[in-house]
Nanobody, 124 residues
Framework: VQLVESGGGLVQAGESLRLSCVVS????????MDWYRQAPGKQRELVAT???????NYADSVKGRFTISRDNAENTVYLQMNSLKPEDTAVYYC???????????????????WGKGTLVTVSS
């Protein structure tokens, strides 16, 4: 699985951005797609998740402002970010969780894939 993010940039507080993550390769075993972010000097944190089986989940800090979605025909996952704040400044990473199940291991084992990230800078 290969992940390529785009859409980052410099915006002012209150503005919007939409990040894209194009997914290629063997995608049949993807369980979920996520957006993470890492601000300077801070740990990487989970921002939003969309599950292949359906459903989404968001960090409390972005609920009501960010929306994760996917376009299966385009093999793309999006993160719509509205009402951006300076504290949203970070490198945003696309992540996919692949679960490979076999007869010997029906519970499966997890494989994580990451993109290289796209920088979002929000000025006050």
């Amino acid at each position: 699985v290969q992940l390529v993010e785009s859409g980052g940039g410099l915006v002012q507080a209150g503005e919007s951005l939409r990040l894209s993550c194009v997914v290629s390769g063997r995608t049949s075993n993807i369980e979920s797609m996520d957006w993470y972010r890492q601000a300077p000097g801070k740990q990487r944190e989970l921002v939003a998740t969309i599950y292949t089986a359906g459903g989404t989940n968001y960090a409390d800090s972005v609920k009501g402002r960010f929306t994760i979605s996917r376009d299966n025909a385009e093999n793309t996952v999006y993160l719509q970010m509205n009402s951006l704040k300076p504290e949203d400044t970070a490198v945003y990473y696309c992540h996919s969780l692949v679960v490979v199940r076999t007869i010997e291991n029906p519970a499966g084992h997890n494989i994580d894939y990451w993109g290289k990230g796209t920088l979002v800078t929000v000025s006050s």
